[in-house]
C-alpha cells in the first residue's frame, strides 16, 4: 500500500479493506488527517464510537511502529486479537507475558515486524524500554483512556502523570490522546500534564442512542433481575458489584436460575482472572459478575445489557461501564439499581484527603442522576456540558413520564438568591438551602434539595468541583433569568416518592419494553450466530472477532450471495472475506 502523509484517500482504502466500513465519522477523519500532519491531538468519543481507529489507520499506513500506552492489561490480549484477525501485525509487551515471549516480542519490534503495539505507562517509561523506542523510531504515540493522566478523572493512575516525557524525548513525534470520559476540568489537565504542542481537540457527542436506561429502587434486587433476564438468556452482560462477597453470592444465585455466570474480582488470582475473563470473551460463560473496583478491560463488542447492583461511584465511571454495552451500536439495555444504603457505604470507601470532598461531590451528582425525574439522556449528557433538547424516548423517565408543575417562580427565586450569596463567597448546595429555608417558609429543606437537583439535572446551574462543589448559574440559567427561557416545569417530592414507593414493592424490571423482543429473533441470525461460533473456535479467537452482532443481523436481512454484495455489509472488509466470507454465503444460500 503506498504511503503519503496528507492523503486521507488512502486512509480510507485502508478502513474498508481491513475493517470494511465505507466511511469515517467525522470525529475520527479530523483525528486521522490531523495525525497524518503530524499534529498532537486529544479526542473525546464515546466508548464504542471508533477511537481506536483514530491511531489504528494512521499506524497501517504510516511507515515505523505506533506505540499504544494502556492501563488495562487484561484488555490488551484482546485489542490484539481482535487486530490479528483483521490482518494487522499488532502485540503487547506486560507483565502477564514470560521472558521468552517478551524476547520474541522485542526481536519482532526491532526487526519491522509490528505495525501496532500495546505497553503499559509503567513499562514504556522504563529505562530498557527507552532504548528499544530509540532505536524503531515511533510515527506516533498514542494515549489510550487519557483520563487515567488526571486526579480530577474517576480512574487516576500515577504513572500516566509520567507520560509528558514522551514529548521532552521524542519532540517530532505525534501524541494522539484519547479517551471516553472527560469534563471540562478533566480535559484541561490531561492538556496540561502531557505537555502537548498546540493539541487539534476533537470533542464528539457523548450520546449512546443504542442504549436503553433504566433506574430501579435497590429493594427486591434479586428478583428484578431475574424478570430482566428472562428474555435474555442467550445474551452476555455484566453486573457490576460493590464488594467482592456481592459479585460471588449473585453468580451462585444466577447458576440456580439455571444462568452461565462467573464472579471476577481483585480477590481471585491472576491465572483465574485470565481463565473467567476468556471464558466470556468467547461467549462460553453468558455473565460476569464484577466488582466496580476492579474494572474488567474487555474490548467484547457483543455485550447486550450492563446492570449496576449498587450505584457507581461518579458518573464518569457508569458511563464508562455501562457504555461497554453495545459497541457494535446494536440495541442495548443498562440496568442501574439505587438505594441510600449503597450510597452511605460507598462514602466509607472514600479516604480521609484531599480527593474526598470532590469524590463526595460526585457522589452526589450520580445520586441526582438515580433521583432524576426527566430524561436519563439529557441528565447524562448535560454533566459532560453537551446539550440534548429532544426527548431520548429509550429510558424509563421518556416511557413513563412524571406529573409536573409549574415551577418557574420557585427556579428563579433559587437562581436569583444564588447570585446574591455568591457574589461574595461560593456557595455550595448546603448553604444554598440553609438560605432559601431562610428566605421562604412555603417549601421544605427536603423539596429544595429535590428542586435544586432538578434544577441542576435541567443545566440550569453547574457543580464546580474543582472549587469545593461551588454551585454557579449556567447560561441557560441566565436565560431564564432574563426570560429568554418563558418556563421551567418542576416534579414534586411527593411524586418522586409515590413511584418510588411503588416501584420498590414490584419484582418487575420494567425493562422489556425497551428493546423489541424480536430484534435478535431472526432464525438466520441464530445460524449465523452458528457459523460464527464454529468459526471462531476453528480460530482460537472470541466470537465477535469474526464478526460483530450487528454485522450479523445486516446479513441476516440484506442476504448477501455473493462477494460484491457481502463486501457492501458494514463490517465486512477484504481480509475478513477472504478469511470468512465464503462460510457465510454458504449458509445464506442454504436457508
Request: hydrophobic share 40%; aromatic share 10%.
Amino acid at each position: 500500500m503506498p504511503k503519503s502523509k496528507n492523503d486521507i484517500n488512502i486512509a480510507k482504502i485502508a478502513l474498508k479493506k481491513y475493517f470494511g466500513y465505507d466511511f469515517f465519522h467525522p470525529t475520527q477523519e479530523k483525528a486521522i488527517k490531523s495525525v497524518l500532519a503530524g499534529k498532537d491531538t486529544f479526542v473525546l468519543m464515546p466508548t464504542g464510537g471508533g477511537k481506536s481507529i483514530c491511531y489504528q489507520i494512521p499506524a497501517i499506513i504510516l511507515d515505523g511502529i505506533t506505540i499504544v500506552v494502556s492501563p488495562l492489561i487484561a484488555l490488551m490480549k484482546d485489542q490484539v486479537d481482535g487486530l490479528n484477525a483483521y490482518g494487522i501485525k499488532a502485540n503487547y509487551l506486560n507483565s502477564s507475558l514470560d521472558s521468552q515471549e517478551q524476547s520474541e516480542i522485542i526481536e519482532n519490534l526491532l526487526n519491522g515486524e509490528i505495525q501496532i503495539l500495546y505497553v503499559s505507562a509503567e513499562r514504556l517509561l522504563s529505562p530498557d524500554f527507552t532504548k528499544i523506542l530509540e532505536k524503531i523510531k515511533p510515527n506516533l504515540f498514542a494515549i489510550d483512556e487519557a483520563h487515567c493522566i488526571s486526579s480530577w478523572g474517576h480512574d487516576f493512575r500515577p504513572d500516566y502523570t509520567r507520560l509528558s516525557y514522551l514529548k521532552k524525548k521524542f519532540p517530532k513525534v505525534p501524541i494522539i490522546a484519547l479517551t471516553a470520559t472527560a469534563d471540562k476540568v478533566t480535559r484541561a489537565d490531561i492538556l496540561s500534564q502531557l505537555e502537548l504542542n498546540k493539541p487539534k481537540q476533537l470533542i464528539d457527542s457523548f450520546d449512546r442512542p443504542n442504549i436503553s436506561l433504566t433506574v430501579l429502587p435497590g429493594q427486591k434486587r434479586i428478583e428484578k433481575i431475574k424478570d430482566f433476564l428472562s428474555d435474555k438468556m442467550s445474551q452476555s452482560g455484566i453486573i457490576y458489584c460493590l464488594t467482592r462477597k456481592q459479585t460471588e453470592k449473585l453468580a451462585e444465585k444466577l447458576k440456580s436460575f439455571g444462568l452461565n455466570a462467573a464472579s471476577y474480582h481483585a480477590g481471585l488470582n491472576s491465572a483465574e482472572r485470565s481463565r473467567i475473563q476468556q471464558s466470556f470473551v468467547r461467549d462460553r460463560t453468558q455473565i460476569i459478575c464484577a466488582t466496580i473496583a476492579f474494572g474488567m478491560g474487555i474490548d467484547k463488542s457483543n455485550v447486550r445489557w450492563i446492570i449496576h447492583y449498587n450505584i457507581p461511584k461518579n458518573i464518569e465511571g457508569y458511563y464508562q461501564e455501562f457504555g461497554r454495552a453495545g459497541r457494535d451500536n446494536a440495541p442495548a439495555q443498562a440496568l442501574l439499581f439505587y438505594s441510600f444504603a449503597d450510597v452511605e457505604m460507598i462514602k466509607k470507601f472514600f479516604l480521609d484527603n484531599s480527593q474526598r470532598s470532590i469524590q463526595l461531590g460526585k457522589l452526589d451528582r450520580i445520586k441526582e442522576y438515580a433521583e432524576g425525574v426527566i430524561c436519563r439522556r439529557k441528565i447524562l449528557l448535560r454533566y459532560f456540558d453537551e446539550e440534548y433538547k429532544k426527548k431520548c424516548n429509550n429510558c424509563d423517565i421518556c416511557n413513563k413520564p412524571f406529573p409536573s408543575l409549574d415551577g418557574t417562580a420557585l427556579t428563579k427565586m433559587a437562581l436569583i438568591t444564588l447570585k446574591e450569596i455568591s457574589s461574595q463567597n461560593k456557595i455550595d448546595t448546603m448553604s444554598l438551602v440553609n438560605e432559601l429555608m431562610r428566605r421562604s417558609d412555603k417549601v421544605n429543606f427536603a423539596s429544595w434539595h429535590f428542586y435544586l437537583a432538578q434544577m441542576k439535572n435541567l443545566g440550569l446551574i453547574k457543580v464546580n468541583f474543582s472549587q469545593n462543589q461551588a454551585l454557579f448559574i449556567t447560561d441557560k440559567g441566565e436565560d431564564l433569568l432574563e426570560e429568554k427561557i418563558k418556563k421551567v416545569r418542576l416534579v414534586t417530592l411527593n411524586e418522586f416518592i409515590k413511584r418510588q414507593e411503588k416501584s420498590s414493592k414490584s419484582t418487575k424490571s420494567y425493562s422489556k419494553n425497551k428493546v423489541k423482543k424480536d430484534y435478535y429473533k431472526n432464525p438466520l441470525f441464530d445460524k449465523l450466530r452458528e457459523v460464527r461460533a464454529t468459526l471462531a473456535k476453528e480460530s482460537g479467537i472470541a466470537a465477535y472477532m469474526v464478526f460483530s452482532d450487528a454485522t450479523l443481523l445486516e446479513m441476516a436481512n440484506e442476504k448477501p450471495k455473493n462477494k460484491a454484495e457481502m463486501i457492501n455489509v458494514s463490517g465486512v472488509g477484504e481480509v475478513k472475506w477472504e478469511r470468512y466470507g465464503e462460510e457465510f454465503v454458504e449458509a445464506i444460500l442454504s436457508e
